[in-house]
């Protein structure tokens, strides 16, 4: 068990660029999640994926954010012209699809807007 | 709407005691609860899950406690050791069993 895995570990960019996050999952898991996570705060949902497909999204998110898995494996998500609203841990999480199983997450990547 | 409360405040205890944590919902009926532990800059790790039917879960020095009726949680790390100290998590299953998380409970075990 590698575990679920995200790159990079820490993003610092200008307000308005473009970002770009990998998550490698753990290869048995069907099911991936993104949340966002601030300061004093639980992980806030995004979105999650069944194997390539991407079943739910937050009405949090933005259309500024988009997310894939292509072929059901490593997923990226994506943070379009960037708002110093949007510094945050970023966590990927994997399970297998099955009601109550527990989550394994990454140690995520903290994005910093300057 | 459905809230997951817990105590924002930290709890500091003495290494040796019991601490107990606790997790409030409203507007949920979950089949079951999840605690998972936080440290800083990581993500968060399972540790154990309590379904409806369960009224208290043990594993090794941690005990949950699941009651439907007053909709709360207590998580008790008995013997407690600095090496515990970090953020607790409760979370609940929403829409699609996707969890949903409070906002953690800081734990500092003094020397």
């Known amino acids: 068990d590698t575990g679920v895995s995200q790159d990079p570990r820490h993003k610092i960019t200008k307000r308005g660029q473009n970002v770009t996050f990998r998550c490698d999952p753990i290869?048995?898991?069907?099911?991936l999640y993104w949340y966002r996570q601030t300061l004093g705060q639980g992980p806030e949902f995004l979105t999650y994926?069944?194997?390539?497909?991407?079943?739910?999204k937050s009405r949090l998110l933005s259309n500024r954010f988009s997310a894939e898995r292509p072929k059901g494996s490593f997923s990226t998500l994506e943070i379009q012209r960037t708002e110093q609203g949007d510094s945050a841990m970023y966590l990927c999480?994997?399970?297998?699809?099955?009601?109550?199983?527990?989550?394994?997450f990454g140690d995520g990547t903290r994005l910093s807007i300057l | 709407s459905q809230k997951i409360e817990q105590n924002s405040e930290a709890l500091n205890i003495q290494e040796g005691k019991t601490a107990t944590l606790t997790c409030n919902y409203t507007?949920?009926?979950?089949?079951?609860l999840q605690w998972y532990r936080q440290d800083p800059g990581r993500g968060p790790v399972f540790l154990l899950l309590?379904?409806?039917?369960?009224k208290e879960k043990r594993k090794e020095r941690l005990k949950v406690t699941f009651d439907t009726t007053l909709k709360q949680s207590l998580f008790h790390i008995t013997a407690s050791q600095p090496a515990d100290s970090a953020t607790y998590l409760c979370?609940?299953?929403?829409?699609?069993?996707?969890?949903?998380f409070g906002r953690g409970t800081s734990l500092i075990v003094h020397p």
């Open positions: 999480a994997s399970s297998l699809g099955t009601d109550g199983q527990p989550q394994h």
């Open positions: 290869s048995e898991h069907n099911r």
């Open positions: 994926f069944q194997n390539e497909a991407q079943l739910e």
């Open positions: 507007n949920y009926s979950p089949a079951y």
């Open positions: 309590i379904r409806e039917n369960e």
């Open positions: 979370a609940l299953p929403g829409g699609s069993y996707i969890p949903t």
